[in-house]
């Protein structure tokens, strides 16, 4: 299974982005999808996921601010961020569970998403 990420990118403080992952390659659907981050120096964190049905969970420092979606007919997991702080800095990598793999997990290359003051 591959993961293309794109989205990141070099943002003010306070806007907005749009990161999109799309999978491909895979025999079996596709369950749960998400979004983590790496910040310098810090261990990759969880941003938000999403269930195949479309049940969102989110980090409670992204909360109210980023909003996670997919499209199961492409394949394809959406993060919206808005309200974007300094401290979103990070490489925003997408993640893509199989079920019928023991719930096997899938990583795309990251996107490098940029906040500045």
């Known amino acids: 299974v591959q993961l293309q990420a794109s989205g990141g990118g070099l943002v003010k403080s306070g806007g907005s982005l749009r990161l999109s992952c799309a999978a491909s390659?895979?025999?079996?659907?596709?369950?749960?999808m998400g979004w983590y981050r790496q910040a310098p120096g810090k261990q990759r964190e969880l941003v938000a996921t999403?269930?195949?049905?479309?049940?969102?969970n989110y980090a409670d420092s992204v909360k109210g601010r980023f909003t996670i979606s997919r499209d199961n007919a492409k394949n394809t997991v959406y993060l919206q961020m808005n309200s974007l702080k300094l401290e979103d800095t990070a490489v925003y990598y997408c993640?893509?569970?199989?079920?019928?793999?023991?719930?096997?997990?899938?990583w795309g290359q990251g996107t490098l998403v940029t906040v500045s003051s």
């Open positions: 999403i269930t195949s049905s479309g049940l969102p």
């Open positions: 993640n893509a569970r199989i079920p019928a793999l023991l719930e096997y997990s899938y």
């Open positions: 390659g895979s025999r079996f659907s596709i369950g749960a």
